[in-house]
């Protein structure tokens, strides 16, 4: 069986639909149920499954305690540094807050900045993992809403611009 996510071969394909902690009838079918949040904790599971183990409580090297407070680079295949205060963010990294990283780790992300930032942490690694492959559930998640807007369209009433 190919691979629900990026065509290759899936060792488990079934687990992947339950990665979300949410019945996959409640995200297709609930418009106003915010998807930004599952797809993010879907990811950081995806990663995990491929064997990507984020380290998302410590620094990268020193170990020290992430500190919700604080700014750190988020570096592929070596984890979370301190940031610093000026300065561009390298190609191989994503700028965020100590309180996204942590967040993340919680399965809490419940304020548009933290989505935001987990949402770059994510694509930078998922891109880094499948060399450049586009996800499937990009593409999908496109088509959900093609087939929101589609569905909204056909169910308004015709005489209502008259």
Same mark, same amino acid.
């Given at each position: 069986?190919?691979?629900?996510?990026?065509?290759?071969?899936?060792?488990?394909?079934?687990?992947?639909?339950?990665?979300?902690?949410?019945?996959?009838?409640?995200?297709?079918?609930?418009?106003?149920? *915010?998807?930004?949040?599952?797809?993010?904790?879907?990811?950081?599971?995806?990663?995990?499954?491929?064997?990507?183990?984020?380290?998302?409580?410590?620094?990268?090297?020193?170990? @020290?305690?992430?500190?919700?407070?604080?700014?750190?680079?988020?570096?592929?295949?070596?984890?979370?540094?301190?940031?610093?205060?000026?300065?561009?963010?390298? @190609?191989?990294?994503?700028?965020?807050?100590?309180?996204?990283?942590?967040?993340?780790?919680?399965?809490?992300?419940?304020?548009?900045?933290?989505?935001?930032?987990?949402?770059?942490?994510?694509?930078?690694?998922?891109?880094?993992?499948?060399?450049?492959?586009?996800? *499937?559930?990009? *593409?999908?998640?496109?088509?959900?809403?093609?087939?929101?807007?589609?569905?909204?369209?056909?169910?308004?009433?015709?005489?209502?611009?008259?």
């Amino acid at each position: 069986m190919g691979c629900f996510i990026c065509g290759g071969r899936w060792r488990r394909p079934v687990e992947v639909f339950n990665f979300s902690g949410e019945p996959a009838g409640k995200v297709v079918s609930d418009t106003s149920f *915010a998807i930004e949040p599952i797809l993010r904790r879907f990811e950081l599971r995806l990663l995990q499954e491929l064997g990507y183990a984020l380290e998302l409580t410590q620094e990268a090297g020193s170990q @020290a305690p992430i500190v919700a407070e604080h700014e750190y680079l988020y570096v592929v295949e070596r984890g979370a540094v301190p940031a610093p205060r000026e300065g561009e963010t390298p @190609a191989n990294a994503v700028r965020l807050s100590g309180l996204t990283l942590l967040a993340l780790d919680r399965g809490h992300l419940e304020d548009a900045a933290t989505v935001a930032q987990a949402k770059s942490l994510m694509r930078l690694l998922i891109n880094h993992s499948l060399n450049g492959q586009e996800l *499937a559930t990009r *593409a999908m998640v496109r088509d959900l809403q093609r087939l929101e807007d589609t569905s909204a369209s056909l169910t308004s009433d015709p005489n209502e611009n008259r």
